[in-house]
């Protein structure tokens, strides 16, 4: 099924600022946006008047309710009209894609998981058309597709490589657009999930913050100037490279002491399974290191150090204002928290500040939402990248 795809004009330099301003912080008075952008009262009604036309923006009363436009330049706030357009996010892992549907505000109104029973890059992409089928017949107002991967990705549009789909080279969106219709981004997972939560969590407003991700791999990314900042290695497994132990445990490939090593799920199971000769969940091993048993407590404790160990090297060379702890691997901190802090006071200077971690139990359709809110940068706001 082809969905028609609904969108605005592309906005100017100015347009977009004015869009983005009332976008995360609205409703906002035209002052108090003037204020914000540095703007004159005519330069400001020169650059929401499109915005107004096309239906972007909405005068709301006090209380947030849309009012009829009036002639000049009326007092009443600016907003977003969330409901106006719909954005179809996905999350793709070697086993399932989770998708969700969001508004232009990026709240979550629709969830929608399937199997992945199949790597090749077509058959992927023909599940993508179906399930953007299904949704789109209850919002047919759907403005794109934000679709993240974990690994390289090249343009926004092509998975250059992607360890876990066992990709390279792949046109994802233009294959994805085939079959929906619909303008397609691509971009890394975690760079995605860094953009929603700079924009709408737990950097929201924020100079300097910082995302720390563990589950399958270990993922970093960091907000500079309330933008994220864009660099070559995040998609690359740079935490292979990341060593916190020399001394520490091997993972599968070989690497020790890394941050893959010690702290992703798969190694971690790996360590028990090495030692032990069964395999386990890594539920099953948060659980027996909570109940004390030796071997996952020493293998947990470690993980635990290394966490803590990253979060303060984090603190002393990036200086974030906060730093969120986000991914499927959270768990740790329920289990092993104490050591964490431990292990980040151990490496701080004494007299610093005490770091701001924030952990997010998060699922995957976080993942999805930051897809949804890369479209929503990209294809509504045209937004540059990083």
């Known amino acids: 099924m082809t969905t028609h795809a609904v969108s605005w ?12 301003e009332v976008l995360v912080n609205g409703p906002l008075s035209r002052a108090e ?14 650059l929401t008047k499109p915005l107004i036309e096309s239906g972007l923006l909405v005068e709301v009363s006090e209380a947030g309710v849309p009012v009829e436009v009036r002639q000049g330049r009326p007092s009443q706030p600016l907003d977003i009209v969330a409901e106006s357009r719909f954005f179809l996010g996905f999350k793709i892992t070697a086993e399932m894609v989770y998708g969700v549907v969001t508004t232009l505000r990026s709240e979550v109104v629709a969830r929608l998981d399937q199997p992945l029973t199949a790597h090749d ?22 403005a794109g597709i934000g679709i993240g991967a974990g690994g390289h990705v090249r343009d926004r549009a092509v998975v250059g490589d992607s360890p876990f789909l066992g990709w390279r080279g792949v046109p994802l969106a233009a294959l994805v657009e085939e079959r929906t219709g619909l303008p397609v981004v691509v971009e890394n997972d975690v760079a995605a999930l860094v953009e929603a939560e700079t924009w709408f969590g737990a950097g929201r407003g924020l100079d300097r913050f910082a995302v720390l991700t563990i589950g399958a791999g270990v993922g970093y990314g960091l907000v500079l100037g309330g933008r994220r900042v864009p660099f070559a290695e995040q998609d690359r497994g740079f935490a292979h490279h990341w060593i916190i132990d020399p001394n520490g445990p091997l993972t599968p490939d070989g ?11 798969p190694s971690i199971r790996y360590q028990i399974r090495a030692a ?23 293998v947990i404790d470690e993980a635990a150090r290394a966490l803590g160990t990253l979060v303060a090297q984090i603190a002393n060379f990036a200086m974030p204002q906060r730093i969120l702890l986000a991914g499927e691997g959270v768990g740790l901190m329920g289990v092993a928290g104490a050591v964490v802090d431990e ?6 200077h004494p007299l610093a500040a005490p770091v701001d971690l924030e952990t997010k139990v998060s699922d995957f359709h976080d993942w999805a939402r930051g897809a949804a809110v ?12 990083g």
């Open 9 to 20: 004009q592309p906005l100017s330099a100015g347009e977009r600022s004015v869009a983005i």
């Open 343 to 348: 292990a980040v006071r151990a490496r701080r």
């Open 374 to 385: 890369l479209a929503i940068q990209v294809l509504v706001l045209g937004s540059a990248e």
């Open 33 to 46: 946006l003037a204020r914000r952008l540095d703007l004159s009262a005519g330069s400001l009604t020169r």
């Open 121 to 142: 890059p077509g058959e992927v992409a023909d599940l993508l058309g179906e399930m953007t089928a299904r949704l789109a017949e209850r919002f047919p107002a759907l």
């Open 276 to 298: 032990s000769g069964r395999d386990a969940t890594y539920e099953e091993i948060l659980a027996a290191a909570a109940a004390g048993e030796p071997m996952a407590s020493r």
């Open 255 to 265: 690497e020790r002491g890394s941050a893959v090593s010690l702290l992703a799920i």
